[in-house]
Every structure is written in structure tokens, then in C-alpha cells.
């Protein structure tokens, strides 16, 4: 694994603290939160258990970030068994891969939560007529995640290591908006019917 630059992962701990606390009572509120304790825990591991890979955190945080943002009716009875089966091996073959898979889950998981944004957009401007800019940059959002962690894997020998420090800053300013307002800000919707 590369070594991050240290002004970048301060810099990233620092500022994704601070969207949890504005997005508060909302909807993503623990999706913030899963994200403010991520970079924190990824550090903690490298530092105290594995200076070499902390793919597995992101895994995990992947995981929890979908979890957060599904509709609760989807988290009880039979569908918390469908999880759980469907974890459980995830994490088994993600435990016995090399980094290449472990890339791999970690982008389809990032897939889902994107989907799952996308939904909600689209279901947003679909039923209300709504055009919510704040999840358009949630999206976004997810997609420079996933493609931080596809171009490591496919530029890992050359710039894939630079392209993961430029996304990183991007993403600091993009926590800087979820700082700024609030997820169902009326400065973030437009109304189109």
C-alpha cells in the first residue's frame, strides 16, 4: 500500500468531523457519521495493526454506509437475514483475496450506495417534481470514491497514487457543502413543475 500524504488525511479527519454535526436529525445523518469516523479508524488501524493494508476498514465502512442510507423496512425480519448471508461470504472472500478483489468490493459496494442515491433522487424529481442538487452531490460524491479506488488499481504503477491525493482534496471540498447545508435545504432544491 502507498503512504498517504499526512496534510491530506489531517486535513480529510478534520473537515468530514464537521457534516455529521450540520446533517444532524436528517436522513444521512449516520451515513456522516459512519464517513467523520472512517478516515479516523482507517489511520488508527494502519498506525496500530496493519501498516500495510487498511482495505479492510474501508470494506467495512462500505458496508455500513449502505446499510445507513436503506429504508429500515428493508433492515427487519427476513431482509436482516438476506444481509447477513450476504455479508458473511462478502467478508470471507474479501478476507481471502488479494488487493485487486478487495478493490473490486469495495467499488461495487460504493456502486450500491450510489444506487441507492440515485433512487432517491430520482424518485425525488419523479413524485415532487424536485430537483435536489444536495443528492446530485452526494452521487457525485460516491463516484469520485469509486473511481479513487478503481484508478489505484488500474494506474497503481504510475499515477494512481497521485490521482487517490487529488481526489482526496476534491473530496474535502465537496464535505465543505455538506458543512454548508443541510440535507432538504431549500437552497439546494428547485422546483420544476
Avoid at 26 to 43: E, H, Q, R, V
Avoid at 44 to 58: A, E, M
Avoid at 127 to 148: A, C, P, Q, R, S
Wanted: aromatic share 22%; with cysteine; charged share 10%.
Amino acid at each position: 500500500m502507498f503512504k498517504p500524504n499526512p496534510w491530506i488525511i489531517y486535513s480529510s479527519i478534520i473537515i468530514w468531523l464537521l457534516p455529521p454535526i450540520r446533517q444532524y436529525r436528517t436522513k444521512f445523518f449516520y451515513y456522516f457519521l459512519i464517513i467523520a469516523f472512517g478516515d479516523i479508524i482507517a489511520s488508527l488501524y494502519v498506525r496500530f495493526v496493519d501498516h500495510d493494508n487498511n482495505l479492510i476498514v474501508f470494506f467495512f465502512l462500505a458496508i455500513g454506509c449502505l446499510v445507513s442510507i436503506i429504508d429500515r423496512k428493508y433492515i427487519k425480519g427476513i431482509y436482516l437475514l438476506i444481509w447477513v448471508s450476504a455479508v458473511i461470504p462478502l467478508a470471507l472472500l474479501f478476507w481471502n483475496s488479494g488487493n485487486y478483489i478487495r478493490f473490486v468490493i469495495i467499488i461495487v459496494l460504493h456502486l450500491g450506495i450510489m444506487l441507492v442515491f440515485l433512487k432517491t433522487f430520482i424518485m425525488e424529481l419523479s413524485n415532487n417534481g424536485k430537483l435536489d442538487f444536495f443528492l446530485f452531490i452526494l452521487i457525485f460524491y460516491e463516484g469520485t470514491i469509486m473511481t479513487k479506488f478503481s484508478s489505484y488499481i488500474t494506474l497503481a504503477l504510475f499515477n494512481g497514487t497521485y490521482y487517490f491525493f487529488i481526489t482526496s482534496a476534491f473530496e474535502i471540498s465537496i464535505a465543505v457543502i455538506f458543512i454548508l447545508f443541510k440535507y432538504g435545504s431549500s437552497k439546494l432544491i428547485f422546483q420544476l413543475k
